[in-house]
Nanobody, 125 residues
Framework: EVQLMESGGGSVQAGGSLRLSCIAS????????MGWFRQAPGLEREWVAG????????YYSNSVAGRFTISRDIAKNTLYLQMNDLRPDDTAIYYC??????????????????WGRGTQVTVSS
């Protein structure tokens, strides 16, 4: 079973940028999805972005579209989330996720089944 580990979280001022990384322990099935979720205190976990594991189509929630970019380096088994123009409302624990070997719809949160432990992102005003 694939294992995921996030890194790159931290504290930034509003308008700043961060890049999150997620390293997978093994090759992720090309027709499956990888993605990012986030959870702020007291709120439900929110799907943020998804990508076909083999590359290609990307998907974003309305709250981050135009500011965040999801990508991956297939050779390094690494997923990225470039976050620009950060806002205080982006403050949350960010989780890397995968659908494993499942061919799935990357914009549907229910398709994700494997999770990292999370990395904290804090955006101050």
């Amino acid at each position: 079973e694939v294992q995921l580990m996030e890194s790159g979280g931290g504290s930034v001022q509003a308008g700043g940028s961060l890049r999150l990384s997620c390293i997978a322990s093994e090759y992720v099935y090309g027709s499956s999805c990888m993605g990012w979720f986030r959870q702020a205190p007291g709120l439900e976990r929110e799907w943020v972005a998804g990508i076909i594991s083999g590359g290609g189509a990307t998907y974003y929630s309305n709250s981050v579209a135009g500011r965040f970019t999801i990508s991956r380096d297939i050779a390094k088994n690494t997923l990225y989330l470039q976050m620009n123009d950060l806002r205080p409302d982006d403050t949350a624990i960010y989780y890397c996720a995968s659908t494993g070997t499942t061919s799935a719809y990357c914009d549907q949160p229910w398709t994700y089944s494997v999770w990292g432990r999370g990395t904290q992102v804090t955006v101050s005003s």
